[in-house]
């Protein structure tokens, strides 16, 4: 099974931008395959500050800014802003998972 390589604007991600490097592989399976992450990634990608910040752990919560910044600058923008726009992303990638499993 090959998926295809999601992009922001038409360039790679830059995954080493991620604040907190060890985040990388949630914030990637998300992304690129629709896994539903934890509370913590689920806040910052719905745009939730005050879930943001009651669940992220100090590492986190140091960044949080940082955070901000990668979604707005190195994400596409159709996967984070809003639960609507997460739920959306993460059931289109699970569509397209299933399609090319089955084809």
């Known amino acids: 099974m090959t998926i295809k390589e999601v992009t922001c604007d038409g360039r ?3 995954w080493d931008r991620c604040p907190v490097p060890r985040m990388v592989d949630t ?3 998300y ?3 629709g896994v539903q992450p934890g509370h913590f990634v689920t806040a910052i990608l719905t745009n939730n500050l005050s879930q943001s910040v009651s669940r992220a752990d100090d590492e986190n919560a140091a ?3 940082d955070w901000v910044r990668f979604l707005h600058n190195y994400l596409p923008t159709d996967c984070h802003g809003s639960i609507e726009i997460v739920n959306a992303w993460r ?3 699970n569509t397209s998972r299933l ?3 089955e084809a």
Do not use: A, F, S, Y
């Open 91 to 93: 059931d289109e990638r």
């Open 12 to 14: 790679p991600i830059q």
């Open 99 to 101: 399609e090319e499993v």
């Open 63 to 65: 960044h949080l800014v």
């Open 31 to 33: 992304v690129q395959h």
């Open 27 to 29: 914030i990637k399976r």
